[in-house]
């Protein structure tokens, strides 16, 4: 503790003792600019340059003792306040053994209040997840037919299939109402399941017929 107050202490004078060495430079260095300019003597102004970098370094010296000295009190500090936090993890060590005593118990309690609720999220997202219909193998007369007609097929969001309305895979999805040829140009495909171009075509060749 006296060698902290002596250090303490001794700063404040060993500081204003640096100002005044940088006080003497600056003023040195002024008066030897003013003596270059009126001499006309380079030296001197080289002198005056000299006396302004003395007094850099001895204000960088400074800084640097100062930053020094305020590291040192924050360090400690902080190893201080370590201790607490290396006592409370010794608490919680030894509390574990009664923590692990019910551990059991509560995980089965809670792995049986759990499953159903996982079981119900799995149900419900399993017809979002279900699987793309395959894509109609059109043939191309089929193609060409459709793709001038503007018969309404259903399209679902980011789904590549054109479906009928009657469609079974559609269920209760929520659809979009398009004309067949603009599904087809938009890059939407035909379902496998209800095939839209197969039954469009031979609907448009028996009303022609």
Known sequence: MSSNNAASSSGPGRSSGLLYVVLLCVLGAFA????????TQTYWAWGSVALSVVGAVVLLLDWQRRRRAQA?????????????????GDDESD?????????PGESQATGD??????????????????????????DAAD???????TDEVLVLDERPRYHLAACGWLGERPVIPLPVNEARQLGFTPCAVCTPDATLAAATRSATD
């Not at 030897?32 to 001499?39: D, E, M, N, P, R």
């Not at 040192?72 to 409370?88: K, N, Q, S």
């Not at 209040?113 to 059109?138: C, Y």
């Open 95 to 103: 509390a574990d053994p009664q923590e692990d005593e019910g551990g």
């Open 72 to 88: 040192r009190p924050a360090a400690g500090g902080t190893a201080a306040a370590a201790e607490p936090i290396v006592d409370g």
């Open 113 to 138: 209040l759990d499953s159903p609720a996982t079981g119900g999220v799995r149900i419900g997202t399993n017809r979002d997840d279900q699987q793309e219909p395959a894509e109609e193998d059109t």
């Open 32 to 39: 030897l600019l003013v003596v270059a300019l009126v001499s």
């Open 143 to 149: 193609a060409l037919v459709v793709s001038e007609l």
